[in-house]
């Protein structure tokens, strides 16, 4: 009677896990699949359960075929990088996320395996942009240079590793915003290049200012860079160059009056001289 009922215990056990295996839901999918993008360095990342599962992604762009990712074939990580992968940039792909059994079977097609789409993304017009660099110089009292430094992406032709500008050329702009230290009015200019000249500030008022890539040809979503810290310049009149150029002027003023000290104590030294010899000689 007991090993009737274990009999039918371990039968009914059985039946249970050859349904799970057989179904599909006990194959882990890919969730919750999503693109991170900085700079042009492009991953795709995904959730899903413990299994011995692995995955292969492939991707497609428009409506062409699909094309194994040469770095994710088969890997137990659920992330893959696509930055070397996605190119040209400016195209939109599709990724296709594989779950493959860990032991490879040979007689099944990948069509018939549990996959999991992503969403499309174009790596142009949606990267984010981390912040910029920028350098504040004081030209006179009413005019300021922003220097502003690309950051690199991960992106390289040949050897070369790109700069944004490299990547966007002319989409790329830089949104300056400036104000008065202490001030809660700001003002914003778009700038075409690197450098930025700002004219008519007020004289001898300190400055602040910050920068962020601005790509007004992107979606409204993507067209802002990261902000950069600001950096503020000091109002003209406490000038450290002016102070230095005060002290040249003094140390150069004492050094030419101790000449022309000098100059006139040697000479009438020699003077007395001449004339106690010319009166002793001629006796
Ligand atoms: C870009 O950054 C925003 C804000 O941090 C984030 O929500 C978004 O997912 C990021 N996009 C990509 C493609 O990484
Ligand atoms: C997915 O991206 C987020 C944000 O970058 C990261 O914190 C997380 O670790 C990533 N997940 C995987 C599985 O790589
Ligand atoms: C701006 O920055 C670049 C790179 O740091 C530098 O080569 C250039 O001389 C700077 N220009 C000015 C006006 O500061």
Known sequence: ?????????????????????????????????????????TILNWTT?????????????????????DDCIRVSESECDLTHTLKPLNRPYSADIITEPAIMDYDISLEMLTHEYSSVFNPYLESNISAVNIIVEALDESTVIVNITDPLTSVHHYDKQLSLRDILKKDLKYKITYYKSGSTGKRDIISDTNMAVLSQLDAGQSYCFMAAAFIPSRPKRTQHGAWSVHQCIPGGKNNPLNLGVWV??????????????????????????RNTSQSSAPV
Not at 15 to 39: K, M, Q
Not at 49 to 69: K, L, Q
Request: charged share 20%; with cysteine; hydrophobic share 45%.
């Open 49 to 69: 359960e413990a299994s011995d599962h692995v995955f292969t992604v492939r991707y497609s762009s428009d409506d062409s075929d699909w094309t194994d990712s």
């Open 1 to 41: 009677m007991a090993s009737l009922k274990t009999g039918l215990y371990l039968g009914v056990c059985l039946c249970a896990w050859i349904i799970t295996t057989a179904d599909d839901n006990g194959v882990p999918r890919a969730e919750n699949v999503r693109w991170v993008s900085l700079d042009f360095k």
């Open 248 to 273: 040249g002027a003094v140390f150069i003023l004492l050094t030419v009056l101790f000449i022309i000290v000098m100059v006139t104590v040697l000479c009438c030294r020699c003077c007395r001289q």
